[in-house]
């Protein structure tokens, strides 16, 4: 099939080998990537924080770039679940309603995309590490993502999943969140590293890059040795 890829904005600023490693998983499933021009954001940060109008401003632009795809795959959970759930019901009432419901049903989170819609769960990857696993909010609650990046990470060759104590808890990131609470936030990614380095592992996988570059930035601060990847880099690597 043609799969349209949704790389969020702060995935194409910062994180692009999280990007390049799902496109190169697709195509060596035989699928053809496509990357619509364009917007890089899918509004949520604005919807968040109750800036709908605005929200719409951007999202209307997601509406119009990918009119007609035959799916859509976001590396994110939180902007999957922007799409996927709150599309809806961000446009509920207005002239682009009905292709904000057209679309939700095609976008999928990269992991589920993968378990559920294309019934692969084997990728041939080899990742000889000890990690454990952080579960994204709106992935988790949103998507009810909990199974599919597990499932995928068992098949990994030489990989260890150890799962921590707090692996549902939130890392504190929440987008604008972090920057109007920053106290608040930066106690809760602690949280979040001390569970994870209780397991002992070298790694901590994600399906979200922001919660990723939260959790990195505060153990790195703390001069603490686990180190961040997200799925799609795991699942890439030879």
Partial sequence: MTISLFIPCFVDLMFPQVGISMVHIFERLGHKVVVPPGPA?????????????????I?????EVLKGAEAVVIASGSCGAMMKVFYPELFVGTPHEAAARELAPKCHEFSSFLVNQLKVTDLGAKFPHKVTFHDGCHGLRELNNKRPPRELLARVKGLELVEMAAAETCCGFGGTFSAKFPAISTAMGEVKCASALDTKTEYIVSCDSSCLMQIQGLADKQQQPIRTIHLAEVLNSR
């Fill in 41 to 57: 954001c899918c509004g949520q940060p604005a919807f968040n924080t109750g800036y709908w109008d605005e929200s719409r401003e």
């Fill in 59 to 63: 999202a209307v632009k997601m509406l």
